[in-house]
């Protein structure tokens, strides 16, 4: 079992930055695929990034590609997305998920989901 909880959410002005993490429990996430999501109003959810356990392979969405990382830090149980030059349309909920498998762009295929943080970007 992995329980996720993200965090570094907020309102941020065009242009700006954040960093999400997804912090989890339990001895074995080192050996978990994750992937950030995120969901707008009234949009489907739309898959970002994902990364494989050692962090050796990472896949990023051409929405985002250039301006969002994907990283983990085993040691610490965390996963993190660098955001950069967001924009407006960047504002949704975003979560984190995790797979014991190998990463996958298929957000269903994820097992273990976490509460989701808050983006809002100003124009």
């Known amino acids: 079992q992995v329980q996720l909880v993200e965090s570094g959410g907020g309102l941020v002005q065009t242009g700006g930055s954040l960093r999400l993490s997804c912090a989890a429990s339990?001895?074995?996430?080192?050996?978990?695929?994750v992937g950030w999501f995120r969901q707008a109003p009234g949009k489907e959810r739309e898959l970002l990034a994902t990364?494989?356990?050692?962090?050796?392979?990472?896949y990023h969405a051409d929405s985002v590609k250039g301006r969002f990382t994907i990283s983990r830090d085993n040691a610490k149980n965390t996963v993190y997305l660098q955001m950069n030059s967001l924009n407006p349309e960047d504002t949704a909920v975003y979560c984190c998920?995790?797979?014991?498998?190998?990463?996958?762009?298929?957000?269903?295929?994820?097992?273990?989901w976490g509460q989701g943080t808050q983006v809002t970007v100003s124009s």
């Open positions: 339990g001895r074995t996430f080192s050996s978990y695929a």
């Open positions: 990364i494989n356990w050692s962090g050796s392979f990472t």
């Open positions: 998920a995790a797979r014991v498998s190998g990463p996958s762009l298929v957000g269903g295929s994820y097992g273990y």
